[in-house]
């Protein structure tokens, strides 16, 4: 699959499923150059979703169970998709890729909340805490100017499916504590969903320690808890 495919695969996939989707603040999004989108997850609607809303080919970071389920896994190659490492493996090779597309002035598309927002069903405004790795990624990364933009998907009206234990996927990541868990593995399919996308925080290179990766944990934490502020201000006014 050619790498401009994915925008109209994406915008396909969703005119079929039949969601309306209501776009808000597009003229905060940068039309091309080195870009984190920064989003709150609870559908695997979100990733296309995103795409087709920004107007640009994303390349996602993704569980690394991903990879080992038939289909899923030829998706993972086919998109574009940056696969993180087990919980118990550092993560070099997954930062090593991540910054490659940011020094090409791609985009990356990150969900900090990890796991635990789809496997446990929450409100469509709620936030679980998000892991920082989104903010080290961006503070690291060697290019002049990033964008780190905060996105709000706010389902208005969705159907859920409850197809598989959760337990199934420890089949594939044993590692990962929240596939430990009794219940089921829910589906969100959104009818009716806003996206809103924050200001743009813009990395300069001067935010930077020189030319090393940036390891300044006061910079990484104000990162993280500024985006988890912004996405979350963004959910409780699209929910409506």
Same mark, same amino acid.
């Given at each position: 699959?050619?790498?401009?495919?994915?925008?109209?695969?994406?915008?396909? #996939?969703?005119?079929?499923?039949?969601?309306?989707?209501?776009?808000?603040?597009?003229?905060?999004?940068?039309?091309?150059?080195?870009?984190?989108?920064?989003?709150?997850?609870?559908? #695997?609607?979100?990733?296309?979703?995103?795409?087709?809303?920004?107007?640009?080919?994303?390349?996602? +970071?993704?569980?690394?169970?991903?990879?080992?389920?038939?289909?899923?896994?030829?998706? +993972?190659?086919?998109?574009?998709?940056?696969?993180?490492?087990?919980?118990?493996?550092?993560?070099?090779?997954?930062?090593?890729?991540?910054?490659?597309?940011?020094?090409?002035?791609?985009?990356?598309?990150? #969900?900090?909340?990890?796991?635990?927002?789809?496997?446990?069903?929450?409100? $469509?405004?709620?936030?679980?805490?998000?892991?920082?790795?989104?903010?080290?990624?961006?503070?690291?990364?060697?290019?002049?100017?990033? $964008?780190?933009?905060?996105?709000?998907?706010?389902?208005?009206?969705?159907?859920? =499916?409850?197809?598989?234990? +959760?337990?199934?996927?420890?089949?594939?990541?044993?590692?990962?504590? =929240?596939?430990?868990?009794?219940?089921?593995?829910?589906? +969100?399919?959104?009818?009716?969903?806003?996206?809103? #996308?924050?200001?743009?925080?813009?990395?300069?290179?001067?935010?930077?320690?020189?030319?090393?990766?940036?390891?300044?944990?006061?910079?990484?934490?104000?990162?993280?808890?500024?985006?988890?502020?912004?996405?979350?201000?963004?959910?409780?006014?699209?929910? =409506?």
């Amino acid at each position: 699959m050619s790498f401009d495919r994915r925008l109209p695969i994406s915008r396909g #996939f969703l005119w079929g499923v039949g969601t309306k989707i209501f776009v808000y603040n597009e003229d905060r999004i940068p039309p091309s150059g080195a870009a984190v989108f920064v989003s709150n997850h609870r559908s #695997f609607m979100d990733a296309p979703l995103l795409m087709a809303a920004s107007g640009r080919p994303i390349n996602f +970071v993704c569980h690394h169970y991903m990879t080992r389920v038939p289909g899923l896994r030829e998706f +993972v190659d086919a998109f574009g998709c940056l696969p993180l490492e087990p919980n118990d493996r550092p993560q070099h090779r997954f930062f090593r890729k991540a910054l490659r597309c940011l020094r090409q002035q791609q985009a990356i598309g990150i #969900f900090p909340e990890g796991a635990s927002s789809m496997v446990q069903m929450s409100a $469509a405004n709620e936030l679980a805490p998000f892991n920082p790795g989104f903010a080290h990624l961006a503070l690291s990364a060697p290019v002049d100017e990033l $964008a780190v933009i905060p996105v709000a998907i706010a389902s208005v009206e969705e159907t859920v =499916y409850n197809p598989l234990p +959760v337990r199934m996927l420890s089949w594939f990541d044993p590692s990962e504590p =929240y596939f430990q868990q009794d219940g089921w593995h829910p589906i +969100v399919i959104y009818r009716r969903v806003n996206l809103l #996308f924050g200001r743009p925080r813009w990395i300069s290179r001067s935010r930077r320690q020189g030319d090393r990766p940036s390891f300044d944990k006061t910079a990484i934490e104000e990162l993280n808890a500024d985006c988890y502020g912004e996405i979350a201000r963004l959910l409780r006014r699209g929910s =409506y």
